[in-house]
T-cell receptor, first 112, second 112 residues
């Protein structure tokens, strides 16, 4: 089955600490990979994407992600989080019918 | 440039009532999508369209109908609302060959 798996439903972290949000994809989806962020009561915004090329992808707000083909992973990282990073984060990939499929989301809660 | 606009933003329906959600995009995108977002389940595709006059079923189409009479508009209809359709609905659009979706800000629907 085609799937995108986000291993953590919630990640609590203190401000200025590093964070990693994990995402694994099934080998049957494409390697066009995305991270979206959803702030409370808002729509989804694109954080970053991997289509090809360098496996380390930098996005907005200081986030980056690394594409790892051998581990079928696309984990999102930030070296120092802020209160304003509190949001839900979705990993997504294109399936073999050219449509985006989403993981179940990870709620990042940043505490002062 | 408004991007993707969804109306209404909030709605409460009684079981059995009908309604239509409107999605309008001003980017001349060919592809449009309707997703629903439920806690712990991420975003699931309801219906989509790859051009004016075309529609197709997604992962969870039952209980919904759609129409794309004009390229810029994609309507999602509920003929007889059920409590299981309580959700947040997102519309998105993109151009073929461009892999980033543009999302609307969502419609929060409650069916009582």
């Amino acid at each position: 089955a085609q799937s995108v798996t986000q291993l953590d439903s919630q990640v609590p972290v203190f401000e200025e600490a590093p964070v990693e949000l994990r995402c694994n994809y099934s080998s049957s989806v494409s390697v066009y990979l995305f991270w979206y962020v959803q702030y409370p009561n808002q729509g989804l915004q694109l954080l970053l994407k991997y289509l090809s090329g360098s496996t380390l992808v930098k996005g907005i707000n200081g986030f980056e992600a690394e594409f790892n083909k051998s581990q079928t992973s696309f984990h999102l990282r930030k070296p120092s989080v802020h209160i304003s990073d509190t949001a839900e984060y979705f990993c997504a990939a294109y399936d073999n019918t050219d449509k985006l499929i989403f993981g179940t989301g990870t709620r990042l809660q940043v505490f002062p | 440039n408004a991007g993707v606009t969804q109306t209404p933003k909030f709605r409460v329906l009684k079981t059995g009532q009908s309604m239509t959600l409107l999605c309008a995009q001003d980017m001349n995108h060919e592809y449009m999508y309707w997703y629903r977002q439920d806690p712990g389940m991420g975003l699931r595709l309801i219906h989509y369209s790859v051009g004016e006059g075309t529609t197709a079923k997604g992962e969870v189409p039952d209980g919904y109908n759609v129409s794309r009479l004009k390229k810029q508009n994609f309507l999602l209809g509920l003929e007889s609302a059920a409590p299981s359709q309580t959700s947040v609905y997102f519309c998105a659009s993109r151009e073929p060959g461009h892999y980033g979706y543009t999302f609307g800000s969502g419609t929060r629907l409650t069916v009582v």
